[in-house]
């Protein structure tokens, strides 16, 4: 559904993207994960052909977005973050309005698409008097309108509430499931990722820092949570064994490739270290995030 | 689709207040230029004027004489403020307000959508004249007679007079080519909004340039290549109000004017296709 080739993004002398691959398949929810100015939203806006690339070729439902933008987002949806919409215009006027810059659209679509977004009622009113979870409804229903295979989704819970994020959550699992739509969502909530995506790719400094499985994320470190009488020697000893590669927070510590817990208890105990709780702990994306992140920064 | 598309861009244009801000200005500086005619001594002013040409004052103070006085004042003041206001918004205020990167994750082409908007803007150019030249004759018919003759007098250009329905023919015609001059003028400020900066600096450019070329083309040194200037082909809607009307001379301007709205729309639309739309 979508292909990123080597893609390279400056602005001016400032590089933004930088050899970006991606590729996301039909069907998949997939998670694009970086903090601000990570180039994100560079990203995808070279996906909806609203950015031009320096280099590369990014290619959407098989069509190259540069030279066939028409072609490449006949089946595509877009929400961006703080959806912005013709506020002294009602709800319907405004879906009208969008719509009509993809092709012809009933005033049947119009009304199916509002009573699935949950609008029904409202779609008459000036979009001025609309609540934030409101207007991202009505996002929702303008990227659905052309009937779309992929949806793409900038940061669609920026600025809800809890209750707003939660709805937003159950509506994208919604698409998935009963319409069958290939997701990319751009998002800051590392839970919400975690909830809904099955592929992620983070990004950092415009470049891809990892790509894969929400599973193959979360297993890449084997933590293992140690509550001893001192940290601090029982690190060093694991350190000196050669059985860890990473310790933090002052309780977890990384098991090297092949390592098993059992070898971890037996040392500390055998060296007279006292062991009061010994588990693995459950990666979450969260930490995986956090701790990619700081090896970046230490890496620099 | 291409009307829907344009059907919509009215909506969206005429359904902003500040939209009718011009329409608004044009109806309240009407009415006090003809509430100030008829309460003050200032119609003598033009009642002496027809006296010293040796026409009858009475056949011509009337309704086309005070609205062509009203009209040539704000064709040069007002209409390229407010046609500027809403050309300079046009593509600006959507990419600053973030509407704009709504519609470009639509398959639809970027010059497509300039064109859209460009006839939007020019839709607006050939209301806000119409309402210049039916106010004129709204207000003015409210005291001065209706059925008169229409008396013209541009400084160091021409002068005329005209039966009510010779008048009202010139006067009408006038109209119709101050569309073009309205036009070029939005388009001088479409073209700028296109580039990416705010709306106010795309409406400030327009309107500077407009103000310089006019300001060279008075400088009495620059009378020998006046028609180098903008300003002088888009006061040739003056022209339609003079006996004969020179049509060649209406014709050089009408091609002058074509080439630069063409010109601004290309470098409008280069601008804009080149262009990262991003939040």
Known sequence: MIQLCNVQKYFGARPAVLGLNLEVKAGEIFGLLGHNGAGKSTAIGMMLGQVWPTEGEVRICGHDVTARRQEALQKVGAIFEAPVFYDFLSGWRNLEILSHYTGRTSPERIREVVDWVGLTGREKSKVRTYSHGMRARLALAQALLPKPELLILDEPSDGLDPEGIHEMRQTILRLHRELGLTILLSSHLLNEVEQLCTRIAVMDSGQKVFEGTLAEATSKERWFRLNVGDFKQAVELLNGAGLISDERDGRLVALKEGIGGEQVIRLLVEKGVTVYEAAREAETLESFYLSLMKRREKGR | ?279
């Open chain 2, 1 to 279: 689709m291409f009307y829907y598309q344009l059907k919509n861009e009215l909506w969206k244009l005429f359904g902003k207040k500040r939209t009718y801000i011009g329409f608004g200005m044009f109806v309240l500086g009407q009415l006090l230029i003809i509430i100030i005619f008829r309460y003050t001594p200032a119609q003598h002013t033009i009642q002496r004027s027809i006296e010293r040409t040796g026409f009858d004052p009475g056949q011509y103070l009337s309704m086309l004489t005070f609205s062509t006085v009203m009209v040539l004042a704000l064709a040069v003041t007002l209409m390229p403020l407010f046609v500027a206001l809403v050309g300079g918004d046009l593509v600006s205020k959507e990419a600053e307000d973030g509407t704009l990167r709504m519609i470009l994750s639509r398959p639809i082409s970027r010059v497509r959508l300039l064109c859209v908007k460009w006839l939007a803007g020019v839709i607006f150019a050939v209301a806000l004249v119409l309402a210049l030249g039916l106010f004129g004759l709204l207000f003015s018919s409210f005291w001065f007679p209706v059925n008169e003759g229409m008396f013209v007098f541009i400084p160091e250009k021409f002068l005329n007079v005209y039966g009510y329905g010779e008048g009202l023919q010139h006067y009408a015609l006038a109209h119709l080519f101050m569309v073009t001059k309205a036009c070029t003028i939005m388009s001088l400020a479409f073209m700028f909004s296109c580039f990416n900066m705010k709306p106010a600096a795309a409406t400030i450019l327009a309107l500077s340039l407009i103000i310089i070329d006019r300001v060279m083309m008075m400088m009495p040194y620059f009378s020998d290549i006046q028609y180098w200037f903008l300003s002088y082909h888009l006061d040739a809607w003056q022209l339609m109000l003079s006996s004969p009307v020179p049509w060649w001379r209406l014709g050089e301007a009408l091609c002058v004017i074509l080439a630069a709205n063409l010109t601004f729309l290309v470098i409008g639309a280069t601008a804009f296709q080149m262009r990262d739309i991003k939040s």
